[in-house]
């Protein structure tokens, strides 16, 4: 009797860890669409316009520049006019460093 319970304890140990073997993990096979994208910061185009203006106005390396700035579904156009290379750079910086900024199209040119 007592063998009986010992591989009948036995058999059932077997099957439980072929059982759980078989087992795979479903979160691997999750299709991207079905997933819902975590929560994060949303950035609108007059919070991004506001962030790169404030930055190009007070930066006194911009001195002299004439710059318009567009922003539409997070891609910034740059154009106007600068004194020299560095200024280019440093707006076209100033333009991607601000959250929220997908594009930059810098068509600014040196005077």
């Known amino acids: 009797m007592q063998t009986r319970i010992h591989l009948f304890t036995l058999a059932v140990l077997v099957m439980s860890i072929f059982i759980l073997a078989g087992c795979e993990n479903y979160a691997e096979k999750t299709h991207q669409s079905w997933v819902t994208p975590p929560s994060g910061p949303v950035y609108d185009d007059s919070t991004i316009f506001a962030r790169i203006t404030q930055a190009v106005?007070?930066?006194?390396?911009?001195?002299?520049?004439?710059?318009?700035?567009?922003?539409?579904?997070?891609?910034?156009?740059?154009?106007?006019?600068?004194?020299?290379?560095?200024?280019?750079?440093?707006?076209?910086?100033?333009?991607?460093?601000?959250?929220?900024?997908?594009?930059?199209?810098n068509q600014v040119t040196v005077r």
């Open 57 to 105: 106005q007070s930066d006194p390396v911009l001195q002299g520049a004439s710059i318009d700035i567009k922003v539409q579904d997070g891609n910034v156009a740059l154009k106007g006019t600068v004194n020299n290379e560095d200024q280019m750079t440093r707006i076209n910086m100033h333009a991607w460093i601000v959250d929220g900024v997908k594009k930059v199209d």
